[in-house]
C-alpha cells in the first residue's frame, strides 16, 4: 500500500494519476486536508482518507496500513518542520518501512530561508530510523506561470533575482519522479537534487511571456527589501513577503539553478520547458 499525504494539493494529485498508471488502484491511499477535492478520485476505486498535519489524531488512521509513504511538504511556512515531524512520529508508531519526502534543492546547503524548515524535516527522517528517500524539488513552473494574469494585466513581473537563473520544471515532471522513487526498488538512502533541463533568468521568461502573449510585458529587478515592501504592500502576509524576496536573492546566487539532468534520467524522458508551461497557462486565461 502507498499512501500519499497532502493528496488534496496539486502535486499530490498529480502523484496519484501517475500511480493510477500502474499501480492498482486498491493499493494506493489519498490522505488529504480537503477530502473535498478528492472527490474526483472517488471513481477509481483507490482509497480516500481525512489527514490533518495540525491535527495528531488523523494521522495515524489516514496512514495505516502502508507500506511506503509519501510525506508531501506542508504549504504553512513557519510550522512545516513541526507538522512532518508529527507524520514522522505516525509513521514510526505505524511501522511504515519507507518514507519519501518532498524537500527543496540543495536543502543542505541552500541559503533560502524556505530550506531551514527542510533541513530540520531531512534531520528527523534520519533520526527517526525508518528508510528514507529525498526528492529535493527545484522550482515550479507554476510559480510564475499560474500568476500570468495579474503580470499581463500590469505589463511586468515583479523579483530581485537580477539574472539568476532559474532551472524550471513543471509540476506533473516532479509527479512523475515521485511515482517513480515510490514504485522502484532500492530507493532507500538516496537523494536526488531536481530540477528541469534548461534554465532561465526571468528577463528571459518575460520575453517568451511577451512572444506567446503578443503583449508588452517587463521585467523589473528591485532591490530585496524594495521588492518585500511591494510584495506586502500588495497585500500577502508578512512570511510570504519574506520568503518570496528571499528566495528570488538565493536565486541571484545560483540556488535555484541545477543542469544535473537528474530529474530528466529519473523520469525516463525531458522535463516539461517553460515555453509549453506558458503555452498551457495562456490557454487557460
Not at 489519498?30 to 491535527?55: C, E, F
Not at 514504485?183 to 534548461?198: M, P, R
Not at 524594495?226 to 504592500?233: I, M, Q, R
Amino acid at each position: 500500500m502507498i499512501v500519499i499525504t497532502g493528496a488534496s494539493g496539486h502535486l499530490g494529485h498529480l502523484v496519484i494519476k501517475e500511480l493510477l498508471k500502474t499501480e492498482d488502484p486498491k493499493s494506493i491511499i489519498a490522505a488529504g486536508r480537503d477530502v473535498a477535492k478528492l472527490n474526483d478520485l472517488s471513481s477509481t476505486g483507490i482509497q480516500i482518507r481525512h489527514i490533518d498535519y495540525n491535527k495528531p489524531e488523523t494521522i495515524g488512521p489516514a496512514i495505516q496500513g502502508a507500506d511506503k509513504m509519501l510525506l508531501i511538504s506542508a504549504s504553512t511556512v513557519g510550522t512545516r518542520a513541526v507538522e512532518h515531524k508529527r507524520v514522522i512520529d505516525a509513521a514510526k508508531s505505524a511501522g511504515i518501512p519507507f518514507i519519501v519526502y518532498t524537500s527543496l534543492l540543495y536543502a543542505d546547503t541552500s541559503p533560502l530561508s524556505l530550506a531551514e524548515e527542510h533541513r530540520q524535516t531531512e534531520a528527523d527522517l534520519k533520526a527517526s530510523g525508518i528508510p528514507y528517500s529525498v526528492l529535493r524539488n527545484g522550482w515550479y513552473s507554476e510559480n510564475y506561470t499560474e500568476n500570468l494574469a495579474p503580470a499581463l494585466q500590469h505589463g511586468a513581473v515583479l523579483g530581485c533575482a537580477n539574472d539568476g537563473k532559474y532551472s524550471f520544471a513543471a509540476r506533473a515532471d516532479y509527479a512523475k519522479a515521485a511515482a517513480k522513487v515510490l514504485t522502484s526498488e532500492n530507493q532507500a538512502g538516496k537523494v536526488y537534487e531536481l530540477a528541469g533541463d534548461t534554465a532561465h533568468s526571468l528577463y528571459e521568461y518575460v520575453v517568451e511571456v511577451a512572444k506567446q502573449s503578443g503583449k508588452s510585458i517587463k521585467y523589473s529587478n528591485m532591490l530585496e527589501e524594495t521588492y518585500y515592501e511591494t510584495l506586502k504592500s500588495a497585500g500577502l502576509p508578512d512570511s510570504v513577503a519574506k520568503m518570496l524576496s528571499n528566495s528570488d536573492t538565493g536565486a541571484s546566487k545560483g540556488a535555484l539553478f541545477n543542469n544535473s539532468g537528474t530529474l530528466s534520467k529519473l523520469i525516463g524522458q525531458p522535463t516539461t520547458p517553460i515555453s509549453e508551461s506558458i503555452k498551457e497557462a495562456l490557454a487557460k486565461l
